[in-house]
């Protein structure tokens, strides 16, 4: 693995601490998103992530600082990736986005460059052939506040070189992830074949009013001794990706109770910026919220 220089592709939440986290590991990175408004936004977010960094890592003023300062941002996609050896692609979950953006990274990236996915659901093999270069293409997953939940499952799709999926798990360990290699394609990899049933099933029982927020993430938590519920993850995840993906499987087969939930969260959350922790508000409000009340798991 000889990667010096990362561009990541999409600067919202995950794309942000993929930034600074491969920054933080030493590698200088190019952010790149569509507009100089979005990118100013995530360097307010990013500096944000400074305060965590002390708190979980006990990083110095002198290190964040320093990651900081290998940082550089460029709203044009042929400058952003110039001198790129991998492009991490972290945009909306949306295939016709992804797919247009994979056409037009291929046509201004080096020859020597990879390409990674972090798509959440979606598959390597779906976006292959627009990039012109499906040997070096695959994706690479992480979770959301990814310094302290340090999973990087690294998935090839049948087209993939086995150097580049061995390299691209070197540099998962090399940003201070633990490398998780899935040898098969599977919709939502390891982790969201686990998380996104459970919290699909959490907004589904929302969604036909069986129960509130709080009780349904009441007894999840009382239930299982889990720290979390599932509107309480939802609101790390955010919920504009929370209904990408709701929205797009109800798109996909039909179902009702699906639609419901998209329905839901449009119109009670989306339409009204009640996005999640970062803003916030989504299920619940911040940075006070009542699932971390000493009584919330009492009678």
């Known amino acids: 693995m000889n990667y010096k220089n990362i561009t990541i592709a999409g600067s919202g939440v995950l794309g942000s601490q993929i930034a600074y986290q491969t920054a933080f590991k030493g590698f200088n990175v190019s952010v790149y998103d569509i507009t100089d408004e979005a990118l100013n936004t995530a360097k307010e977010r990013i500096t944000k992530l400074k305060e965590y960094y002390k708190a979980d890592l006990q990083a110095t003023d002198a290190d964040l600082d320093a990651a900081f300062e290998r940082l550089s941002f460029n709203s044009d996609l042929a400058q952003a990736v110039e001198n790129a050896d991998l492009v991490i692609e972290a945009i909306p979950e949306v295939v016709s986005i992804k ?128 720290p979390l519920g599932p509107f309480a993850i939802l609101d790390i995840v955010g919920v504009t990706t929370a209904y990408h993906i709701v929205s797009a499987k109800a798109k996909a087969t039909g179902n009702p109770d699906a639609q419901k939930v998209a329905d ?21 409000k911040y940075p006070n919220p009542a699932f971390a009340h000493p009584d919330f798991l009492k009678g």
């Open 99 to 226: 797919t247009d953006f994979y056409t037009k990274l291929g046509e201004v990236a080096p020859e020597k460059t990879v390409f990674a996915t972090n798509s959440s659901t979606l598959l390597p093999s779906q976006f292959a052939e627009a990039t012109g270069r499906p040997e070096k293409f695959l994706a690479l997953h992480f979770a959301n506040e990814i310094w302290k939940n340090n999973t990087a499952e690294v998935m090839k799709h049948p087209g993939t070189d086995e150097a580049v999926f061995n390299d691209v798990l070197t540099f998962a360990s090399a940003i201070g992830m633990v490398p998780l290699p899935l040898y098969k394609e599977q919709p939502g990899y390891i982790l969201n074949s686990l998380l996104v049933p459970f919290l699909d099933a959490a907004q589904t029982l929302l969604a036909k009013e069986v129960a509130d927020i709080e009780t349904i993430d009441k007894t999840w938590m009382i239930g299982t001794g889990a």
């Open 264 to 284: 839901l969260m449009k119109e009670n959350y989306i339409d009204k910026g009640k996005l999640g922790r970062e803003t916030g508000e989504g299920f619940y």
